[in-house]
């Protein structure tokens, strides 16, 4: 049992930075892996990256490799997505997510908004 709740989003100018994180509550959380996701208006939600249970295994789509960086704190139940040399297409609203071993993504937090400014 797992839940999940985003923060960090905002209004930034395009090449500045943001973190974002995730506050997920439940014990369970770290041997769970976690997932950040986004979806802009008039458009399908798209995977941006993703970690292990460790942290210690990252992938990342291949229009922010380089510039994000997906990270967790287990002891304090936080993940993590450092954004960098933000662009105008970056603009969505970002999801965490999480998955037990093997299996598909079960939770799912409500979304923050990153908005990037030209």
């Known amino acids: 049992q797992v839940q999940l709740v985003e923060s960090g989003g905002g209004l930034v100018q395009a090449g500045g930075s943001l973190r974002l994180s995730c506050a997920a509550s439940?014990?369970?959380?770290?041997?769970?892996?976690v997932g950040w996701f986004r979806q802009a208006p008039g458009k399908e939600r798209e995977f941006v990256a993703a970690?292990?249970?460790?942290?210690?295994?990252?992938t990342y789509a291949d229009s922010v490799k380089g510039r994000f960086t997906i990270s967790r704190d287990n002891a304090k139940n936080r993940a993590y997505l450092q954004m960098h040399s933000l662009k105008p297409e970056d603009t969505a609203v970002y999801y965490c997510?999480?998955?037990?071993?093997?299996?598909?993504?079960?939770?799912w937090g409500q979304g923050t908004q990153v908005t990037v400014a030209s």
């Open positions: 439940g014990r369970t959380f770290s041997s769970y892996g």
């Open positions: 997510a999480a998955k037990p071993g093997r299996a598909g993504y079960d939770y």
């Open positions: 970690c292990n249970w460790s942290g210690g295994s990252t």
